[in-house]
């Protein structure tokens, strides 16, 4: 069955760099999350979409921006990055079976 | 609003014996629950999820929980451990109100020792 995909899997940036990471949902999937997850941390709550319109934000930075896009993949983009946006950055994708599916993530190293 | 409590931030088993994961939580309303798993440098996998049907949910790799709304619990646990199971465990109640919106516990790492 298809899965969550989160691209790129890696991605090293420099400090002060732009980086898009996207997500691409379960087929029929209309919800989208976003989390961090810094190194020994728990996941932390960015921000979601619900077809295709934000539906709640989380301690996402005012650097970072998201959207929708109409086949419902979603893109973070994160501007004038910092030491600190180093993690893991998960998406998720909601259906009408209760349950969320992860991506593997992406793990975004600043330098 | 919704919370969750993992009261154990590490936990060390040998295997072979048993596993219990703690996990509290907080809602205004009869939540929907869940135990993901993450293995080192790996996504979340679901392990197994309560949403008001049976109390006592069967999850993959031999895990099940029990959902026991007078003590607002929803502990993880597993009759044998293995060596495989080690890894770290998050507890994660969803708000139906809120688009589904997952709130995690902080995490348990489990450790398996031979």
């Known amino acids: 069955a298809a899965g969550v995909i989160q691209s790129p899997r890696h991605l090293i940036k420099e400090k002060r760099e732009t980086a898009t990471l996207k997500c691409y949902p379960i087929?029929?999937?209309?919800?989208v999350y976003w989390y961090q997850q810094g190194p020994g941390q728990d996941p932390q709550f960015l921000i979601s979409?619900?077809?295709?319109?934000?539906?709640d934000k989380g301690s996402i930075p005012d650097r970072f921006s998201a959207q929708q896009f109409s086949d419902y993949h979603s893109e973070l983009n994160m501007s004038s990055l910092e030491l600190g946006d180093s993690a893991l950055y998960f998406c998720?994708?909601?259906?009408?079976?209760?349950?969320?599916?992860f991506g593997q993530g992406t793990r975004l190293t600043v330098v | 609003a919704q919370s969750v409590t993992q009261l154990d931030s590490h936990v060390s088993v040998s295997e072979g014996t048993p596993v219990l994961l703690r996990c509290n939580y907080s809602?205004?309303?009869?939540?929907?629950l869940f135990w993901y798993v993450q293995h080192p440098n790996k996504g979340l996998q679901l392990l197994l999820k309560?949403?008001?049907?049976?109390?006592l949910v069967k999850g993959i790799n031999g895990f099940e929980a029990e959902f026991k709304k007078s003590e607002t619990s929803f502990h993880l646990t597993k009759p044998s451990a293995h060596m495989s199971d080690a890894a770290e465990y998050f507890c994660?109640?969803?708000?139906?109100?809120?688009?589904?919106?997952?709130?995690f516990g902080s995490g348990t790492k489990l450790n398996v020792k031979p």
């Open positions: 309560y949403t008001s049907a049976a109390t």
């Open positions: 998720a994708s909601w259906g009408s079976n209760t349950e969320a599916f």
């Open positions: 809602s205004s309303y009869s939540p929907s």
């Open positions: 979409f619900y077809e295709k319109m934000q539906s």
């Open positions: 994660v109640v969803s708000d139906r109100d809120n688009f589904n919106k997952f709130y």
């Open positions: 087929p029929r999937h209309d919800t």
